[in-house]
C-alpha cells in the first residue's frame, strides 16, 4: 500500500491525538512524571501528551504533516516548528500508528520534515528523545541526525501531602 504525505486537516486533530498517547507510553516525559510523582491535578499524562497535538499547532511556525494510505487512513504525523530567525528547525512529535511501525513510515516523515525545513531555509534540523526511546535513539542517527548533548529532567511534588509543606 502507497503512503502519502499531506498537510494536517482539523478533521485529523483526534485521530493524532490518540495516535500520539500510544506512540509515547513508556517514552515520554509526561509519562515518567506520573510514573514517578503521580498523576498531575487528578489527570494522567494522557491528557497532557494528547494536548502536545494543538500545542505544536498553535506554536509559531508550527505545521504537522500526515502520513495516510491510500484510502485516506492516518498512519503517522510529523508536527514541524521553525524559528525563522535563529533558521532553526524542530521536530517536537513524531508518531506511527502500532500496527504500521517498523515499515520506514517515521523515515517518510523525516524525510518530509527535512525536505520541508531545506525548502524554507532552515540551516538546521532538531529533533530529541529519551534515552528510554530506542526507536528514536535508532531512527534518527540513521537519517542524519548527529547527538550534540544530554539532558536529565527533574521534577519534584509541590503538593501538600499527609500535612507537610511542599518544599521550598
Known sequence: MT??????????RPILREMTIAAF???SIDHNIDRV???IAAQDWRIRKGRHVDDDLDAPGGEIAVAVEEDGTVVGYVSMRCDREALVG???NLAVS??????GIGRLLLEHAIARFTELGMAVARIET????PVGR?????VGFREVA???HFAMSLSVEDGEQAPR
Do not use: K, M
Not at 130 to 133: D, G, S
Not at 138 to 142: F, G, V
Open 3 to 12: 503512503t502519502t504525505i499531506r498537510p494536517f486537516l482539523e478533521s485529523d
Open 25 to 27: 507510553e513508556g517514552v
Open 37 to 39: 510523582l503521580g498523576p
Open 90 to 92: 524542530q521536530i517536537p
Open 98 to 103: 502500532a500496527d504500521r511501525r517498523g515499515q
Open 130 to 133: 529519551l534515552e528510554q526511546n
Open 138 to 142: 535508532h531512527l534518527y542517527p540513521s
Open 150 to 152: 544530554r539532558q536529565i
